[in-house]
């Protein structure tokens, strides 16, 4: 039997299991839309190519699914790149078919094609970032490549990849048991774990350290191994901290919880890990900002701390800090025999009531000392306050997305998450404008979960056309505009180290200047609400989430810096031996 292979591809994804394919149309792929319209496949359409990538992002994480993203060639594919990429460095699985020129015009540089240096090499431009770029050259390969971008995405550290095709194969016909004969192939293949004997080390070497101390990076929510790293936590009695990927691993209510690391970790949860005599790494990469750029002074000190690293990908164990034991495991099975073998060393567990109530006292110590910007009354609002309300009026297991500035550098610092892979942030690649389409992308994954996006109005500004597909879907998400005015993070980076702030402030004739976001969000359709007094923030906050409707809050914030006794060098770069970081810009 012969058919299209566009209608074998979303036979194929429906097969798979495949709800939604997030994209833009382009003369390339609308042979895939018209197989897509009778499809219980939902096609949510953007306005831009990088929201569609963002979208899928924040889908993937929320449903622990990989997402599907439809591109055009050239431009179209392109824009979604800093969206690909973003999901790259967060290692979220994402499969990007996009369409390409036709087959029979290589060499004759066709409408929209990238050729300055090879003839039909658009997929090229993803290599340094997809775990691979595939070009479909004959029909016959496109089931296997199909299935194999798929399980690449999947296995090992996920991540995106990208299949390009040749607009002229997605017409064409196929023999239809080149598709068939995929239905044998698993789904699903078996991860590695973790053997006994090592297992036991590692327990043993943790039960007999003075210090021990378990360090968490996003890998855990990766794996879905939140649960199984709580009850070894809470058997062993050991502390957890983690990165900016890591948060939420363990609730930021348990007694063991220290916090997040590096540049905007506190003193006190640095110091323990500083001081720490064992420490256990799970899932993470020791990035720059949560290692305190890798100064042993600061955060880690690899020796005399000595480092055990469980990892799935062979590459990240040892690629900052030397590693006395290194596991190339999955870390849900890995914890799953940690936790047996840990169960049969010390039947009836460890206590440690002292740390405990350490952190917790400290936890305190920390939330008093920001109380005086909590109850500030003023307006434009303190950011402290707007993270505190927001966090008062959310469910325990709502979702929260975060862009980049003090959205994210204070939720990871001073917000509470109580459910693993509820806060949705872009870690590695820290892309402005990633926040509010991911917000749409997790409501979608989990339409019963309140989902609010935290932006700043510098983020926001990126891809205002978010709110289209908001209202045209009715995806009722909450966006809240952290609005000061500026790219504030690094207005407040450059007016510390260079005495100007030239660049990044928001002006019009020498006036602080925004647009009226609650305006923008209703010429969209969407309902918009300007803040205009602190008092009125929270409860228009909890009327936008009652209301199940989108809602953009539009709330005016003072140009204060994230407060950070951490350590970054890139402020060494700027002003060396000056001990500087940030100052509070006004806008």
Known sequence: MKDLISHQLIKYLENRGVEHIFGL???????????????????????????????????????????????????????????????????IPMVVIAGDVPSHYYGKHPHQEVNLHADGSQYEIYRPFVKRAWRVDRPDLFPEIIEKAFQLAESGNPGPVLVSVPMDIFSKEIDTTLFERLDHNTKSLHKPTIDEETAKTIIKTLINASKPLFY??????????????????????????????????????????????????????????????????????????????????????????????????????????????????????????????AKELVPNGLQNDELKQEIIANREEFKNSNLKYITDNSFPMKPQRILEEVREVLPRDAYITTDVGWNKNGVGQQFPIYEAGTVLTPGGFATMGFGAPAALGAKIAQPDKVVVSLVGDGGFGQNPAVLATAAEE????????????????????????????????FKKDGETYSPDFAQIAK?????????????????????????????????????????????????????????????????
């Not at 009778?38 to 622990?64: P, W």
């Not at 957890?240 to 609730?251: D, E, T, Y």
């Not at 009722?476 to 990044?504: Q, R």
């Open 216 to 341: 968490v990076g996003g890998g855990i929510m990766l794996a879905d191994a939140a649960e199984e790293l709580r009850e070894l936590v809470d058997h062993l009695s050991i502390p957890v901290a983690h990165s900016l990927m890591g948060k939420g691993a363990v609730s930021d209510d348990n007694p063991l919880t220290l916090g997040m690391t590096g540049f905007w970790g506190t003193k006190f949860i640095n110091d323990k890990c500083k001081e720490a005599d064992y420490i256990l790494a799970l899932g993470t990469r020791f990035a720059e900002a949560d290692s305190s750029s890798w100064e042993s002074e600061y955060t880690f000190n690899f020796p005399p701390t000595k480092l055990i690293q469980i990892d799935i990908e062979p590459s990240e164990i040892g690629r900052n800090y030397p590693v006395e034991i290194g596991v190339v495991a999955d870390l849900k099975q890995a914890l799953t025999v940690l936790n047996r073998v």
């Open 25 to 91: 149309c382009g003369h390339t792929n609308i042979a895939v839309l018209s197989a897509l319209e009778k499809s219980s496949i939902k096609f949510i359409n953007t306005r831009h190519e990088q929201i569609a990538a963002h979208i899928a992002d924040g889908y993937a994480r929320a449903k622990k699914e990989t997402a599907v993203v439809l591109s055009h060639l050239g431009p179209g594919l392109t824009n979604a790149a800093t969206g690909v990429a973003n999901a790259a460095l967060d290692s």
């Open 474 to 505: 009715n995806i009722p998400v909450v966006w809240v505009i952290m609005n000061n005015n500026a790219f504030g993070t690094i207005a407040g980076l450059e007016k510390a180290h260079f005495g100007t702030t030239f660049g990044t402030l």
């Open 523 to 587: 010429a969209y359709g969407v309902e918009g609400v300007k803040i205009q007094s602190a008092e009125e923030f929270k409860p228009a906050l909890k009327q936008a989430i009652e209301s199940n409707k989108p809602v953009v809050i539009d709330v005016q914030m003072q140009n204060i810096p994230t407060p950070t006794s951490g350590h970054w060098n890139i402020m060494d770069i700027y002003s060396p031996n000056k001990k500087v970081h940030h100052v509070a810009v006004e806008s």
